[in-house]
């Protein structure tokens, strides 16, 4: 479907002559070719340009004349969206949202004011029942329009169920308009989810998204969905005739027990290569290991930590993937079933809701609890909990040097600067895109002008934000600069660029409440010192339990956001502190201790377990 160039002229003329099922299809199109390229455009997008538009204004005119079109589609009474039309585009709604949250219309709510049933000017807002599918296409995190989810809900629940998984979808949901309709969507939904027989009735393809990415929002219960959604991936495979294993598999009488990886990411310059081969190498001390996974998603680095590995067959058909996992399994026999991380794609989400092993194991490649009552036990070193009963699933204590770490695979040269005491102090912020929301940024806001007032430095923000491409990029730059209005925002770029961009920074700040795990590893390979906010969920400990294996200074781990603040300003003000710190860091060893460790110690505790 992607394989062809998508035309722009031939999309906008058949928008302008109302043919609209050729539109619509050219549509889908176009948001499944940006949903395969992570936002962007990419080169099989066409168009004819002037030449008075310059280059700097090129992606602005390309999205005027986008949404433009979009919006000439969707504003004719004669276009209708058929149930099979709703399904393909609610999966890709954030892309359509993205689009018009990249462009100068921010939103698609001037749309959306054409379909009110009082008139675009009243403050007063509904839509016909027979436009209620264009309304949940077309409303977004970014819409400022009222939406009565429960009235929706009384409605239709099929498209409200369907919207509220749309919303909670995107990577980038930092604005306050985004943040706090997520905020009340996790509080409100999950009790919804559960009165549903089917997970056809929700957008499969993004489940795993609003499964994940419910991390990142400050709601307490953030989690209270994940277990909605596993509820509704166990009838699924049920009602598919995917059914778990019996537990009774017997330790073999000679030889070593074996261990089932199911692989999300794993190649040598991913994160999850980085925080979990050493230990899973050690692991084949008392294991045979087998992994499977994607054959384009684990490279030969990856490959070689494991003594087999099973590519999956039909990458695109998440059942027979499924199927693919479990027959593996059920013709293994393993005594355990470890995973590094659930909820990156749907095949973890799926396996992590069925029984192929007598003791299942996840691992915190992306770290918070998984919601399924399958998963045993969470592997997590004692360090980086803050309170267990985060988590629904026990915990597989390790020493806070039993999961060392390994360098990065992807060989760099730098050249470090001198530090010297300046009027402007460059303070370095990297995160992904899910990891910016507004109390953050406030924070950061208060920390420029507290740095002012008490000790005369300027402050300017540094944000290296990983996925900072294609349609995310102009919507990080006007929230960030809505805050802080002199940041420099870089776009996503090569590991040595980024590592060359942080080591000119004079400090880092872990994002909060998700912190930073190879964030923190980046800032100590340039010899940064840095300041993050703990708290009891475990991606907050993390980096309270990584800056004290580092040996920093306690004052830099704060339990507040005003503690935060202070402690900031006080890094960024104080270059005398600030050199304590460079010297300190200068030598390696608080980065070394990172790679240190008892590797084994995961392996050996598994056994415990076993034989418990």
């Not at 949903?35 to 168009?47: A, C, E, I, T, W």
């Not at 400022?144 to 919207?163: F, G, H, I, K, Y």
């Not at 290569?273 to 030969?300: I, M, P």
Request: some cysteine; aromatic content about 8%.
């Amino acid at each position: 479907m992607t394989d062809e160039k998508f035309s722009l002229e031939h999309f906008e003329q058949l928008c302008y002559s109302r043919q609209h099922e050729a539109a619509a299809r050219e549509l889908i199109r176009l948001l499944l070719i940006i949903d395969r390229h992570y936002g962007k455009l990419s080169g099989q997008f066409v168009l004819s340009v002037s030449p008075a538009i310059s280059a700097t204004d090129l992606e602005a005119h390309v999205l005027t004349r986008i949404t433009s079109a979009i919006t000439t589609l969707f504003s004719d009474p004669g276009f209708q969206i058929s149930p099979t039309g709703f399904d393909q585009l609610i999966n890709f709604q954030r892309w359509l949202s993205s689009l018009f949250a990249a462009s100068a219309f921010v939103n698609a709510d001037h749309i959306l004011r054409a379909l009110n049933l009082y008139g675009g000017e009243d403050g007063r807002f509904e839509v016909a029942p027979t436009e209620l599918v264009k309304f949940c296409v077309l409303y977004s995190s970014e819409s400022q329009l009222p939406l009565d989810v429960e009235l929706l809900w009384q409605q239709n629940r099929n498209l409200t169920v369907a919207l509220c998984m749309a919303l909670l979808s995107p990577r980038f949901l930092g604005t306050p308009a985004a943040h706090s309709k997520r905020e009340a969507l996790l509080a409100w939904l999950p009790e919804r989810l559960d009165s549903l027989d089917s997970l056809d009735q929700l957008p499969v393809a993004i489940i795993h998204d609003v499964y994940m990415h419910c991390s990142y929002a400050d709601l307490p219960q953030r989690h209270r969905i994940k277990r909605s959604i596993c509820r509704l991936v166990e009838r699924k495979l049920a009602n598919n005739g995917i059914d778990s294993l019996p537990i009774t598999t017997p330790r073999p009488a000679a030889g070593k027990p074996k261990m089932l990886v199911v692989l999300e990411w794993f190649s040598g310059g991913h994160s999850i290569y980085r925080t979990h081969s050493r230990t899973l190498e050690a692991a084949r001390q008392h294991f045979d290991l087998h992994a499977v996974g994607y054959a384009s998603n684990v490279d030969d680095l990856g490959r070689a930590v494991f003594d087999a590995f099973t590519e999956l067959s039909a990458p695109n058909d998440l059942l027979a993937c499924v199927r693919q996992v479990r027959e593996l399994a059920a013709e293994l026999q393993p005594q355990v079933l470890y995973m590094p991380s659930v909820g990156m794609f749907p095949l973890t989400l799926f396996v992590a809701n069925l029984r192929l092993a007598p003791l299942q194991v996840a691992a915190l490649g992306h770290p918070a609890t998984t919601g399924s009552r399958h998963i045993d036990c969470i592997s997590v070193e004692e360090d980086f909990v803050g309170d267990p009963a985060c988590f629904d699933e026990q915990l597989l204590l390790l020493p806070s040097d039993g999961q060392p770490y390994r360098p990065s695979a992807i060989p760099i040269e730098l050249s470090l600067p001198e530090r010297t005491d300046t009027d402007e102090v460059a303070i370095a912020i990297a995160a992904t895109t899910m990891k910016l929301n507004p109390r953050f940024l406030q924070a950061c806001q208060q920390i420029a002008q507290l740095t002012q007032r008490h000790y005369g430095k300027r402050v300017r923000f540094h944000f290296l934000i990983g996925q900072a491409q294609g349609l995310l990029y102009p919507q990080l730059q006007r929230l960030i600069r809505r805050y802080l209005p002199n940041a420099r925002i870089y776009p996503h770029q090569p590991y040595q660029d980024y590592l060359g961009a942080f080591s000119r920074c004079d400090l880092f700040l872990s994002p909060f409440p998700f912190g930073n795990t190879n964030g923190i590893i980046d800032a100590l390979t340039v010899g940064l010192p840095g300041v993050c906010k703990t708290g009891a969920e475990v991606f907050e400990h993390i980096d309270e339990g990584m800056l004290r294996r580092a040996g920093l200074p306690d004052w830099l781990i704060t339990d507040s956001i005003d503690d935060y603040i202070t402690a900031a300003a006080r890094l960024a003000g104080d270059f005398t502190e600030r050199q304590a710190l460079y010297d300190y860091l200068a030598d390696g060893n608080a980065l070394q201790r990172l790679f240190a460790g008892r590797a084994e110690v995961f392996g050996e505790r598994l056994l415990e377990r076993l034989s418990g």
